[in-house]
Antibody, heavy 134, light 113 residues
Framework: QITLKESGPTLVKPTQTLTLTCTFSGFSLSTSGVGVAWIRQPPGKALEWLALIYWDDEKRYSPSLKSRLSITKDTSENQVVLTMTNVDPVDTATYYC??????????????????????????WGQGTTVTVSS | DIVMTQSPLTLPVTPGEPASISCRSSQSLLHSNGYNYLDWYLQKPGQSPQLLIYLGSHRASGVPDRFSGSGSGTDFTLKIIRVEAEDVGVYYCMQGLQIPPYTFGQGTKLEIK
């Protein structure tokens, strides 16, 4: 069974750095194709994707937040850490981590192999709520 | 960034009746492999989002067959043939073709009449 759990401070002051940890079990972040993503949701608003780290340590960031975000992994500890610098009250949100896992192998007759792997965010943590306020 | 636009934003439905949610993307989500990189999620009240549909029309594991996804290119639809009380929540479409970033729609809140 795959599980993920987010942890971190519930209250952060403006301009400070926010550090969130995603601790997971049931999969390995050294398995080819696998990744862990961070997504946030301000109160009453829509989901916003933030960052993704792959098994091979490749990283992807939301262009609008790239200068403020850093994502790292500790494969042996089954953890992924997201840091966000210079937080503002608009960063108040519930922060989720999710596994980027293999969802399906689909037929692609036009390809050399005849199939393609599809990876998606299919298992999410429960989320952790962060308030940015002085 | 690809912009995802959902409609309606609120959807009141009588139990047993059908429901339909539209999702439009600002660019085609059709991959060269012939699949549309469009997923649907449901976020039930107080819960994390759960994957319902992937690649536009494939039901995720454990998802009841009353849910179906269709569409291609820039226009997609999520349908529920008979709404049940447990289907209440906010439905999101998300594109995964041109990343970063993955982008979500604004969400459609399904409520029971």
């Amino acid at each position: 069974q795959i599980t993920l759990k987010e942890s971190g401070p519930t209250l952060v002051k403006p301009t400070q750095t926010l550090t969130l940890t995603c601790t997971f079990s049931g999969f390995s972040l050294s398995t080819s194709g696998v990744g862990v993503a961070w997504i946030r949701q301000p109160p009453g608003k829509a989901l916003e994707w933030l960052a993704l780290i792959y098994w091979d340590d490749e990283k992807r960031y939301s262009p609008s937040l790239k200068s403020r975000l850093s994502i790292t992994k500790d494969t042996s500890e089954n953890q992924v850490v997201l840091t966000m610098t210079n937080v503002d009250p608009v960063d108040t949100a519930t922060y989720y981590c999710a596994q980027r896992g293999l969802i399906d192998i689909v037929e692609v007759p036009s390809s050399v192999q005849g199939y393609s792997y599809y990876y998606g965010m299919d298992v999410w943590g429960q989320g952790t709520t962060v308030t940015v306020s002085s | 960034d690809i912009v995802m636009t959902q409609s309606p934003l609120t959807l009141p439905v009588t139990p047993g009746e059908p429901a339909s949610i539209s999702c439009r993307s600002s660019q085609s989500l059709l991959h060269s492999n012939g699949y549309n990189y469009l997923d649907w999620y449901l976020q039930k009240p107080g819960q994390s989002p759960q994957l319902l549909i992937y690649l536009g029309s494939h039901r995720a594991s454990g998802v009841p067959d009353r849910f179906s996804g269709s569409g291609s290119g820039t226009d997609f639809t999520l349908k529920i043939i008979r709404v049940e009380a447990e289907d209440v929540g906010v439905y999101y479409c998300m594109q995964g073709l041109q990343i970063p970033p993955y982008t979500f729609g604004q969400g459609t809140k399904l409520e029971i009449k």
